[in-house]
C-alpha cells in the first residue's frame, strides 16, 4: 500500500499542473474580429515621426494599432485617431503598453515633421511612420489593405482612398484582432484590455 500512499500526491500534482497548462494555452474570449494565425507577423521598414529608421522589431513588447491614413484626410481619419485617443484613455495606465501606429499612404505630402504635429495632436502613444512608395504598398499588400490616389483639383490638392481597418499586434508582433470602424469601442477597449494585460498569451 505505500507505493499508492507515495505515487497519488504525486500524480494529483502532476494532474494539477497539466490541468494548469490547459488554462493557460486557451484562447483569450476576444470580441472583434480573430485573426490569429491568418495574417502575417508586424514587420515593415519605415520612417518614424522623428526621421528615425525603425522596423516592426522596433516594438515588440508593445501591443501596436496599425492605421493607414494620411494627414489631408477629411474625415474618417481624423476620426479614427479621436476614437483611438478616447480608447486609450479609456485603459487608463495599462495604454503605455500600446502604440498606435499610424501608416501615411500619402508619403509625397507626409514627411516626418508633418506626421509628428499631426499625430501627437491626437495622442502622445501615436506615431507616424512614412517611407517611399514601394515600402508603403508592399506593407499595404502585406496585409491585404488597399489605396489609391484620386485626380487632382485645379490647385493641386488631391484626396486618397484608402481602406480603413485597424489592426491589433500583440507584444510579440502577433497579429490578433482586427476593427473596422462600425467596431465597438467597447469590444475594442476589452480586447486590448486582454492583450496588455495578459502580454502573449
Known sequence: ?????????????????????????????????????????????????????????DYRGKVALLYFGYTHCPDVCPLTLAQLHVVMQRLGPLADGARILFVSVD????????????????????????????????????????????????????????SSAIYVFDGAGKARVLATPSASQDDLVHDLHLLLDTGTK
Not at 125 to 147: C, P, W
Open 1 to 57: 500500500m505505500k507505493p499508492c500512499r507515495i505515487f497519488l500526491p504525486a500524480l494529483l500534482l502532476i494532474a494539477g499542473l497539466l490541468l494548469a497548462g490547459c488554462h493557460r494555452n486557451e484562447p483569450l474570449p476576444l470580441r472583434l474580429t480573430n485573426i490569429s494565425g491568418h495574417m502575417p507577423d508586424l514587420d515593415f521598414k519605415l520612417t518614424d515621426d522623428l526621421g528615425k529608421s525603425v522596423t516592426g522589431a
Open 107 to 162: 508619403p509625397a505630402r507626409d514627411t516626418p515633421d508633418v506626421m509628428h504635429a499631426y499625430v501627437h495632436a491626437f495622442d502622445p502613444r501615436a506615431v507616424g511612420l512614412t517611407g517611399d512608395a514601394r515600402a508603403i504598398e508592399a506593407l499595404s499588400k502585406r496585409y491585404r489593405s488597399a489605396f489609391s490616389r484620386e485626380p487632382g483639383s485645379a490647385d493641386g490638392n488631391y484626396e486618397v482612398t484608402h
